[in-house]
């Protein structure tokens, strides 16, 4: 069968394989879908490696969903707002990139958790590649104003002039996150839980009925979403139905087939418990 996989470093814990093998089984397609640990000096070869052994579409994650945009003969719209790939398919004349993170997370809060997220005061922590990956979709999705708070507040600047909606999206200091009043949706798109130093946010972030969402799952979570309880957040939401639904919608690009997303949150949340 067609090879696919995903690639990053680590990538050994990643649940893509169990998640595409079961989207897999449900559209009676047979598909090669496995794990490849790439350091980001072989990436390139990697990749070269993987298309000559009948790679035929990939998912990219971290750390190079930043740079898998630069070797793309083309790319899609929303890969090309976000400056970040997470899908690869293969064309006739190589990759074509395409970023599922945020129609993902969306599809997640919205069908998954019923929210609308129309006109909502919404706080993006961080502007790495995760922060630039769903930024554009939340602003398709209709939140008001969007602020993006980072420790390097020119990563912030960047990321808000990429945007280029100046009147709804602000950039600003993340040691100036008390200042900024109340939001209906706090979105963790830092990586502090997987380096040393956690992330410091002070209490009264929260509007009444606001909402917390981490873009990682499990132990990555942990941190953020029990500070969100502890603050008053209404729902505290991991990463885990994103990650389903970004799968889903990549699935949908190699395969042309919409794949049911409930069951394979539901066995894998089952796991996580
Ligand atoms: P990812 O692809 O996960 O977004 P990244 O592109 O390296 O990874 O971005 C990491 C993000 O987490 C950045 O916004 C980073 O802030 P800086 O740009 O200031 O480095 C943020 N981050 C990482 N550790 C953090 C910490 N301990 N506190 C606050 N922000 C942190």
């Not at 600047?157 to 709804?168: H, I, K, N, V």
Request: aromatic share 6%; charged share 20%.
């Amino acid at each position: 069968p067609a090879r696919y996989a995903v690639i990053g470093h680590p990538v050994a814990h990643s649940l893509s394989p169990r998640i595409h093998a079961a989207f897999g089984r449900q559209a009676g397609i047979a598909l090669d879908y496995t794990a490849i640990d790439a350091e980001p000096e072989r990436f390139d070869a990697v990749l070269a490696d993987f298309a000559a052994q009948g790679g035929r579409g990939a998912n990219i994650t971290l750390p190079h969903k930043a740079y898998a945009a630069t070797i793309c003969q083309h790319l899609s719209e929303r890969a090309r707002r976000a400056g970040a790939v997470n899908t690869l398919i293969r064309t006739a004349t190589g990759w074509e990139g395409d970023n599922t993170d945020g129609a993902g997370l969306v599809r997640d809060l919205t069908e998954r958790h019923g929210q609308d997220l129309r006109g909502r005061r919404t706080l993006l922590i961080g502007a790495g590649g995760a922060a630039r990956g769903v930024a554009p979709a939340l602003l398709d999705a209709g939140v008001a104003d969007l602020y993006i708070v980072n420790r390097n507040g020119a990563h912030a600047d960047a990321l808000a002039d990429a945007l280029g909606e100046p009147d709804r999206v602000h950039p600003r200091y993340l040691s100036d996150v008390g200042t900024l009043g109340v939001f209906d949706l706090v979105i963790n798109a830092t990586s502090a839980a997987r380096g040393g130093t956690p992330l410091d946010l002070p209490g009264g972030l929260f509007a009444p009925r606001g909402d917390a969402v981490d873009l990682s799952y499990g132990e990555a979570a942990i941190g953020f979403l029990s500070w969100a309880r502890a603050s008053g957040a209404d729902k505290a939401i991991d990463g885990l139905g994103m990650l389903v639904e970004q799968a889903a919608e990549s699935f949908q690009r190699w395969h042309g087939v919409r794949p049911e997303t409930d069951p394979v949150y539901a066995m894998l949340r089952e796991h996580d418990d």
